[in-house]
């Protein structure tokens, strides 16, 4: 049995107009469908908008799907209500993108870290202190820094006290929402580990989200790529390197920065991320597209599997691959 | 918790606070209307003691602000009149911006239908001409200071509603909020804890000119005799016997309006200085 599965969710906005009235639909997410394993990170990759955070906080039910699934360890979380939920809450947790919003302003570190104690009764309330402290050893902060404020950290810091934060009630899964972007690259590196090493020791199950495919690579064990609330390929991170059978998937791989300056670099995937409240017909992806024809303009592909674990939905994805920049050194 | 938030307002706004010499300036003035009414036991004189051979003296040693028609030493009743001015304008402020706060939080944290209905409550109050309402409502009841403190306090906490319910708005989509809300925190908890803390900064200021408010529409209301009754000194009272005598005893008059001009400026100084310490709010 998987920890987590996701069956056909779908999570959509209403747009209002300046009275109040109906004025369109932003589908978030659509018909989203995966599952995650214990132990295993699956790296969740899109463009700004696409519905990856979104998908993250339906998850968590900090937002209510319009239809769909959500199994976690087997039970359903859709339905329960805010009481039946507190014990799963426990068990998934989240870092968040921005280490400066996602700290309460008002509150010391040390408050910060006993709060999840102190909701779920985890700690004595006289062990408290220790486990605080315990904690944020462990993120390689020390004892001194519980009586200090968030704006006193740097924004590795801070994301330290977050991920102390979400592993406080030693969940089985963390929803991860692109929690080094907003870091500097040397910080990145340092909080990956520290991420790694975590799953390691208590085998957590990662849903690691990222905009592009740099990071995503050495954290995944498989990628998702959404596209407009979409999935569009879903495979084991070492064979969408190797294999991308989505043209989008190819896109986002050609845009990987590389160390060489001299290599030369296809042009960028050309127009703008089409809005989700007007969707273009057929495919989602097909005015990007370079492999894009007739059927495409008309038809949207479903999404399905063309070797054992690699789902694709795209109706050239044995075309794919023409566009493809080979790095120096992959290949 | 009380001692947390006491270490962020000494952090931040104090520190701000002190490099602003109109707030400083501000602060003082009110600090002076504390001690004003805190020494005024201490002077040993009655306030309503009359001596008609004392009547109408003008300033001197002997009485610092001279006497009025009835011989009542005017420094004395300034002095019990700040207390009647502070309790006033704390009472009144605090009973809007409890008011102000409980329903713009239930406002802004529930939304939907309870926002509707309690931004339309707001929406109707807001129609009255407030000082015309009081009016009214004093003509029914006791004109007595509590009755004017509490109508001050229910007419004028709609801005403080809005305030607290835009705040809401913003800081319930907060990734923090959202962080407490994944730790099963509860409603009570997510708002006292992580919302209100951080929505109470513009309230605080608010709650400052507030106190000002309070205090003119306190001393226009006794001007007009329908506030706080005589022989209970208050500035607005002691003006309207000032009124009769302007012509020869121009210091029932001046001290009074000038007690009455200074503090409301004083409040203002300092509401606006606390708005500037805050306004950069935590980026550094």
Redesign the interface.
Known sequence: MPLLEVKNLRKSFRMTDSLGRTAGQLVAVDNLSFSLQQGETLGLVGESGCGKSTTG?LI?Q?LQPDSGQIYFVGEELTHLSSRQ??PY??R???I???PY????????VG?ILS??LL??RLTPPGQVRERVIELLEKVGLTAEHQQR?P?EFSGGQRQRI?IA??LA?EPQLVIADEPVSALDLSVQAQILNLLRGFQKEHNLSYLFIAHDLAVIEHVSDRIAVMYLGKIVELTSAAELYKNPCHPYTEALLNAVPTPDPGHPRPAALSGEIPSPVNPPSGCYFHPRCPYADELCRQQDPPLLETETGHLVACHHSEQVGRYLLRKAGTE | MSRSRGTFLFDVVWRQLRQNRMALVGAGIVALMFLMAAVASLTHSDPAAIDISQSLLPPSIAHPFGTDDLGREVFVRMLYGARISLLVGFVAVGISTLLGIILGSLAGYYGGWIDALVMRFVDIMLCFPTFFLILAVIAFLDPSIWNIMIVIGLTSWMGVARLIRAEFLSLRQRDFVLAAQALGASDLRLIFRHILPNAISPVLVSATLGVAGAILTESALSFLGIGVQPPTPSWGNMLIIGKQTLGSAWWLSVFPGLAILITVLGYNLLGEGIRDALDPRLKE
């Open positions: 906080k968590l900090l939920m507190r809450r426990r998934m947790q989240m968040f993108q921005d919003s996602s700290l309460n302003p008002r509150m010391t408050s709060e999840p909701i779920h404020y704006h977050g934060r979400a009630v």
